[in-house]
């Protein structure tokens, strides 16, 4: 028998707290969160964008994108993004849940078959420069990017993000770098 919206909603809401739990037993302080230092909850959500619109340009043809985590991190960012649009009721879960498996990446790309890969540096390295610049950026690029979300063809898009890439691309690869 098929299970309703709300019943899968409960769900959902079980696993993120199993997984949220596991997160808080590593991370011994709160300053440990990717986003701590985000002044607003509009720079997390660019992190989320940024995340989302790189890595679907990026990893068209990479191993990654067949790894289950992965996959639902960008499933649900792009459910995150869609409900901030529309003004969902339920945008304030997403994010919350978006948040719990990107403070996770790090440590399932360090205990994964992956871990040696150039894609799964690649990955952290995107997703450190997503946090990190869309945590530091002047308010006003902030706010001219989050203007820019919006939908093409029933998705989402963020065209001023794909106009970056090739300033973010090199943010990544000097990441990179440091983490030889």
Known sequence: MAKTKEELREVRKQ?????????????TKE????????S??????????????????????????????FLL????EEEM?????????YFSDL???????????????????????KDARMLAAIAMVAAGYAGDMPEE???ELLDSLDFEYNKVRSRKIEE?????MKMVESEMKGMR
């Open 95 to 117: 994010l919350h849940y978006c948040n719990i498996m990107y403070e996770m990446l790090p440590t399932i790309l360090g205990a994964s078959h992956l871990r040696s890969e």
């Open 141 to 143: 690029l902030c706010n």
């Open 15 to 27: 696993w993120f707290h199993d997984m949220e739990q596991k997160l808080q037993e590593m991370h």
């Open 31 to 38: 300053d440990d969160s990717l986003f701590y230092y985000h």
């Open 40 to 69: 607003s909850e509009d720079r997390i959500v660019l992190s989320h964008d940024m995340f989302w619109t790189m890595t679907q340009l990026q990893f068209f043809k990479s191993k990654m994108r067949k790894e289950k985590f």
């Open 164 to 168: 970056m890439m090739p300033l973010l």
């Open 73 to 76: 991190l960008r499933q649900y």
């Open 81 to 89: 993004l869609d409900a901030f649009l529309q003004d969902d009721d």
